[in-house]
């Protein structure tokens, strides 16, 4: 993919490996390998091998504790809602033509952030379609709500709204489009089923989630030298015993996976697709200061820390990006995004 000056990519997982005590201890195991401030910590890095689980996922804690950190990523995505439109619109594009998108569709954009993918669907299905930017975050849909009316779209609507329990009729939409927000959810199977229940029969579903952790060095990057700085702990792994899903940015990367997810949610004709993606940046200071904005997890980390500790930071956070710096000092980065379709 060609390279373009100031593109970036999100930090997707907008910090959901920060959240913390969400992991409750099992009866009867082993305490974790060492404590830090409070947190879960394992002594394996995170390319190492899978540590042994000893916590169960406590769902109702992470969702309460992803929105407020949503809530407080939105100023920093408002602020970057340029670099992030030109970085991600081959996933845009992407998305509204496998969703078929025409007036005068109804469509939702889920998990909407601040509304960039369902406003460029806005403009697709008018004259008579609507398109409803629904998050979570107040935040979010606030900042959403601002650049609908930046772009005089009038058939939009923004509404607070949790994935897993949507509040709107079944049957009631045409199409649902969904980037970068499942694999963030506690329960990404009940999101698919509300998805499913509110589509049409014949209605589309389009999404994206991030491909695996080593085709996204620029998220991987800041976190690996965090973790090796002993900053913040690795996440811990899935929980094979039991099936479950552990939220996070790479937590749907495989794409067998999510077509089982989809058929299981009652969709058919799933289609899934690895779209190459460049996250562009004039210097590693540019780099640096958009994931700062756009990760409140790497911003909470290093908030605060005395200024030789913040150089360290950031030196080894650029050791690790090196071989994306080209002579002039700019970054290309690359990053995988994994796509997938599928009817009601
Ligand atoms: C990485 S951002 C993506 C935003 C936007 N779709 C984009 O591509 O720019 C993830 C968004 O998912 C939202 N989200 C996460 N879990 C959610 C849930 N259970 N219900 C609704 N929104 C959710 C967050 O609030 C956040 O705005």
Redesign the pocket.
């Known amino acids: 993919m060609p390279r373009a000056a100031g593109h970036l990519q ?1 930090q ?1 997982g ?1 910090g959901c490996r920060e959240l913390q005590g969400i992991f409750r201890r099992r009866e009867g195991e082993a305490p974790p390998a060492r404590r830090r401030s409070g947190k879960l910590s394992q002594t394996t890095a995170m390319s190492g091998p899978a540590p042994e689980i000893t916590e169960s996922f406590d769902p109702d804690r992470y ?1 309460d504790q ?2 407020r950190q ?1 809530e407080g990523a939105a100023p920093g ?1 408002e602020r970057r809602q340029r670099q ?1 439109r030109e970085f ?1 619109a081959p996933v845009s594009e992407w998305l509204i033509e496998a969703a078929q998108l025409r007036s005068p569709h109804c469509v939702l ?6 509304g ?2 369902g406003c460029i669907a806005a403009a697709r299905v008018m004259p008579q379609g609507t398109v409803i930017l ?4 107040q935040a ?1 849909v606030a900042a959403a709500r601002r650049r609908a009316q930046e772009l005089e779209l009038a058939n939009v609507q923004c509404r607070e ?4 329990s949507l509040d709107l009729p079944a049957a009631s939409l045409d199409a649902v489009i ?4 499942l694999m ?3 329960d990404p199977d009940a ?1 698919l089923k509300e998805c499913r229940r509110v589509l049409r029969s014949g209605g589309r579903i389009a999404l994206a989630v991030w491909g695996a952790p080593q085709r996204n060095p620029w998220a991987g990057a800041p976190m690996g030298a965090l973790i090796e700085l002993q900053i913040i702990s690795p996440p811990p792994r899935g929980d094979a015993r039991e099936g479950s899903h552990l939220p996070g940015m790479f937590a749907l990367a495989d794409p067998n996976a999510l077509r089982q997810r989809l058929l299981d949610a009652g969709f058919g004709e799933v289609r899934t697709e690895a779209l190459e993606l460049t996250r562009s940046h004039p210097d590693f200071e540019d780099f640096w200061e958009t994931t700062l904005d756009l990760s409140s997890e790497v911003r909470s980390a290093v908030a605060g820390r005395p200024q030789a500790e913040l150089e360290r930071i950031r030196d080894a956070v650029r050791a690790r990006l090196e071989p994306f710096i080209g002579a002039d000092g700019s970054l290309a980065i690359p990053a995988l995004a994994l796509v997938a379709c599928a009817s009601a």
């Open positions: 999100a997707g907008g969702r992803s929105l949503w995505w992030m991600s954009d889920l998990a909407s952030g601040i960039e993918t629904a998050d979570q975050a979010m709204l949790s994935a897993e969904c980037r970068w927000g963030l959810m506690a999101a």
